[in-house]
């Protein structure tokens, strides 16, 4: 039982610095013991726009979580985001500027950062300072700079710090390394591919009388509202097309290969949106070394054709897998000589390029005798969840103490470092080499 004596955010508190002790484990804080609290969660958002609103909503789905402040510059998003609360019985304060939400609101416990990737590192590294825990959108910076202080931050201030890759604490993935990692379905992994083709964009506009004023614009860092609303094609506020969808595959990549890559080689340009800053295609091998062998791959993103959409492939010389967010794909393709388990002949079988390949689905293909373990069934029931809700639990229960992050800052990091990278490839038309050091925040 909670002492009566303490403040509800102490409680909360000292819950969650057991849980940043789990997470910080391996580094130099101690583990302790976790510990639940029924409490209610009091969260913040700081920018519920497009992405920040899809949070909200999934946050309104788990119990024990409420908003006690939304802060945004452009108050048509204020008002939007205070609005849809209201109607689940959520009355919020309302800021234009995080820094005056930091200073008045004294029982916030976390915040939900899901401004433009250029505010990520001074609102994330605020927070924290605070004593806050955050959650902060992918792509973690713009700047590899940006990223190493939100880590120091977390490190310093002990707080809880989940960056946004939600395939982290997605079934469908958790299922695809099982397979990988237990039952050795693809042998040894030579090779890995990866895309996300997106058709045509539109430039994003706003209602008719909805502008900012210049000089508010301006004064938040924003030139024109096209600008501010387009965010993600200019190089001051974004790291371009390879950070904002290309970091959620190349963070699978590390994931799964268990290691940072050695090396990327890149190209890319500015070859249909003659107005944009940034490439709207791109193409890079990676380089990694796992076990002592060469792992290479392919990565692209393009924003002119949808053909194939986004997924990863993982191929090794017993099989290959393809993975996605999209649950409508994922498969297991065998190679025709690698020694069949026991459940393969009992799982559902698609045809892919003219083979039999094993649809990926979870809880049916997962036990090597063919019965449905409880891990898979336990896997199998998380995975009728949207993919953000899951992963804010994840956030959520490891504030309460109640387990880990599965993306903490130091992966986040290492992800924003190798993506970067990669734009610096194709830039200087070499090929980069990561040194080790460069991974240390
Ligand atoms: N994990 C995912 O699947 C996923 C998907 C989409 C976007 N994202 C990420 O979410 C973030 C937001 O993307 P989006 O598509 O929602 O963009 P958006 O432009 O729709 O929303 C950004 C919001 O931040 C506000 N804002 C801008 N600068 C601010 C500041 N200094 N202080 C407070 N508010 C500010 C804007 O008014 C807007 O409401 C980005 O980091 C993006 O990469 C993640």
Request: charged fraction near 25%; glycine fraction near 8%; hydrophobic fraction near 35%.
């Amino acid at each position: 039982m909670p002492n009566p004596s303490v403040t509800r955010r102490q409680f909360v508190q000292s819950a969650a610095a057991s849980a940043a002790g789990l997470v910080l484990a391996n580094s130099t804080r101690g583990q302790e013991t976790a510990v639940a609290s029924a409490d209610d969660l009091r969260v913040a958002i700081i920018g519920p726009g497009s992405q920040g609103r899809n949070l909200v909503n999934n946050c309104l789905k788990i119990p024990g979580v409420r908003f006690a402040a939304v802060c945004d510059i452009w108050p048509y998003h204020q008002k939007y985001c205070a609005n849809l609360l209201k109607k689940y019985d959520q009355e919020v304060n309302v800021y234009t500027d995080y820094r005056e939400m930091l200073a008045k609101e004294k029982d916030l416990d976390a915040v939900i950062v899901a401004t433009p990737d250029w505010v990520h590192a001074e609102q994330t590294v605020a927070c924290l300072k605070a004593g806050l825990h955050v959650y902060c959108e992918k792509e973690m910076s713009n700047t590899i700079e940006g990223a190493r202080q939100m880590v120091q931050a977390a490190r310093e201030t002990g707080k809880l710090l989940q960056i946004g890759h939600q395939r982290r604490s997605n079934p469908r993935y958790w299922h695809a390394i099982k397979l990988i990692e237990k039952d050795k379905v693809l042998g040894r992994i030579t090779h890995f591919y990866g895309q996300w083709n997106r058709g045509k964009r539109y430039e994003i506009g706003w209602p008719d009388g909805q502008e900012m004023s210049e000089a508010d614009l301006k004064k938040f860092g924003y030139d024109t509202m096209e600008r501010f609303r387009n965010w993600r094609w200019y190089k001051k506020f974004s790291g371009g097309a390879l950070a904002d969808l290309g970091s959620h595959q190349i963070d699978v990549f590390n994931w799964l290969l268990k290691s940072p890559p050695k090396a990327v080689l890149a190209a890319g340009g500015i070859d249909y949106y003659k107005t944009s800053e940034w490439y709207d295609n791109v193409m890079a091998i990676y380089e990694y070394e796992v076990g002592g062998n060469t792992v290479r791959g392919v990565y692209q993103v393009l924003n002119t054709t949808s053909h194939g959409n986004f997924y990863e492939v993982l191929m090794g010389d017993e099989g290959s897998i393809e993975m996605s967010e999209d649950t409508r794909r994922g498969q297991l393709l065998r190679e025709p000589e690698a020694k069949r388990r026991e459940w393969e002949d009992m799982s559902e079988k698609i045809e892919t390029m003219g083979r039999d390949a094993i649809e990926l689905k979870i809880g049916e293909t997962l036990a090597p005798d063919g019965s449905k373990d409880p891990e898979g069934q336990r896997l199998l029931e998380e995975s009728k969840k949207p993919v953000h809700q899951l992963h804010l639990e994840n956030f959520f229960a490891a504030v309460r103490g109640q387990g880990q992050l599965t993306c903490p800052p130091e992966i986040g990091f290492e992800t924003c470092v190798s993506v970067l990278l990669a734009n610096d490839a194709v830039a200087s038309g070499q090929r980069l080499s990561f040194k080790p050091e460069m991974f240390k925040a």
